[in-house]
């Protein structure tokens, strides 16, 4: 009795399976075969075009513009507004440093002193810093 039940549902669930897929295909084709998209009057390759037509001129602005530009962040380990200390690490190397310190106006100083202005207490070593911001 629970076999012929089990059976019977699953002959209603493959005959609803079939009768959803034959629906979607039949609103598929009817989609495709339209000669405009309803209530515009605009046929599918209009459309089409456009979207073609839109998609180069897109492409043709973003050749033209550099969307990512080389911008190197640059590690400060102090600010204290009219210096700033970059690092104690001689081993890199100067030439970035010296640029963020040009782009502030400041004066870059490959040994300068990591303490703060006015300091009286101070380590005695080098750093690059930007002075006189």
Do not use: H, W
């Amino acid at each position: 009795m629970k076999f012929t039940k089990v059976r019977g549902f699953a002959l209603v669930g493959l005959l609803v399976s079939l009768a959803i897929v034959v629906m979607l295909a039949a609103i598929s084709f009817t989609l495709i075969n339209q000669s405009s998209v309803p209530g515009s009057g605009v046929s599918p390759e209009t459309i089409v075009n456009q979207a073609d037509q839109v998609e180069k001129q897109v492409e043709e602005r973003n050749s033209q513009i550099d969307l990512q530009p080389n911008v190197t962040k640059v590690q400060i380990e102090n600010d204290f507004g009219s210096k700033i200390v970059y690092t104690t690490d001689a081993s890199l190397g100067a030439d970035l440093f010296k640029a963020d310190c040009q782009a502030r106006g400041g004066e870059f100083n490959e040994c300068g002193s990591p303490c703060a202005p006015g300091s009286e207490i101070c380590i005695t070593v080098c750093a690059y810093t930007c002075e006189n911001l």
